[in-house]
């Protein structure tokens, strides 16, 4: 059974890169039904076969494209060279199969980019310096209940329960 002319534009809709509703919407469904015809039609085997088809069918008419409209690379443009002073190729990191410690010493390097030493920071903070402990609502309730009590109006000693003689 061929598909019909809603299940094609669901499939072009999807194909190019639209969710299940959007498709759905683009395909001429209505908004408060697209979500269900969506999900519904992705489900199906042949509108799935159809979908990857022609993605399939995108991806070479895009690559051909491509190709048509580049242009050769130009020889004559100087490109900066990376060298160690740009951070690229440090040779003074330890070699090591902790990942944290090397994190550390890029972190720490001197020579570095700024952008490097910053995302090594991030990266390295929550094995450094871990999360407080959070409290449960009981906890916190019994910790404010501590702090209301320490006053003049605190709880008093409890009364004797021999008699001093």
């Known amino acids: 059974m061929a598909l019909t002319d809603k299940q094609r534009q669901f499939v072009d809709a999807k194909a190019r890169g639209a969710s299940n509703k959007e498709a759905a919407e683009a395909a001429g469904c209505t908004g408060s039904s697209a979500a269900a015809s969506g999900s519904r039609w992705c489900k199906d085997p042949k509108i799935i076969a159809a979908i990857e088809a022609r993605k399939a069918e995108l991806n070479v008419n895009g690559k051909a494209r491509l190709a048509k409209s580049s242009k050769p690379p130009r020889d004559d443009i100087d490109l900066p060279e990376m060298g160690e002073s740009d951070g690229e190729f440090l040779t003074c990191l330890p070699n090591t199969e902790d990942p944290l410690e090397w994190l550390l010493a890029l972190m720490n390097e001197p020579r570095a980019k700024v952008f490097d030493r910053r995302n090594a920071a991030q990266t ?42």
Not at 127 to 156: C, I, L, N, P, T
């Open 124 to 165: 390295a903070m929550p094995y450094v310096h871990g999360k407080k402990g959070e409290q449960g609502k009981k906890e916190a309730k019994q910790e404010a209940a501590k702090e209301v009590g320490k006053g003049r109006f605190g709880q008093s000693k409890p009364p004797l329960s021999v008699v001093k003689r």
